[in-house]
């Protein structure tokens, strides 16, 4: 069964840090794209960052770039996203999606990430 599980959402000041994971479970991680998202109420899904199947080119949104980093390990089927120097506007549900031409894309159930200022 494909999943697709975030964890380490939470509670953090402004300035503080988090670090989200992904475990992938049911395909073939090592092949594919994968890509945070985050979304705010009342607004749209917008992509945080993507990194390649090998994991040696990264894509950030400007809002995040410095201070997000994205990475992966293949060996543990699990993605990261590094989150540093939080904002309040960096308040949003954060999904991660595995995507790759041809095949499904797969998104998981979201963690919340909540920064007070």
């Known amino acids: 069964q494909v999943q697709l599980l975030e964890s380490g959402g939470g509670l953090v000041q402004a300035g503080g840090s988090l670090r989200l994971s992904c475990a992938a479970f049911g395909f073939t991680f090592s092949d594919r794209y994968m890509s945070w998202y985050r979304q705010s109420p009342g607004k749209a899904r917008e992509l945080v960052a993507v990194?390649?199947?090998?994991?040696?080119?990264?894509t950030y949104a400007d809002a995040v770039k410095g201070r997000f980093t994205i990475s992966r390990d293949n060996a543990m089927n699990t993605l990261y996203l590094q989150m540093d120097s939080l904002k309040p506007e960096d308040t949003a549900i954060y999904y991660c999606?595995?995507?790759?031409?041809?095949?499904?894309?797969?998104w998981g159930q979201g963690t919340q990430v909540t920064v007070s200022s």
């Open positions: 999606k595995s995507h790759q031409i041809g095949r499904p894309v797969y």
């Open positions: 990194i390649s199947p090998g994991g040696g080119t990264t």
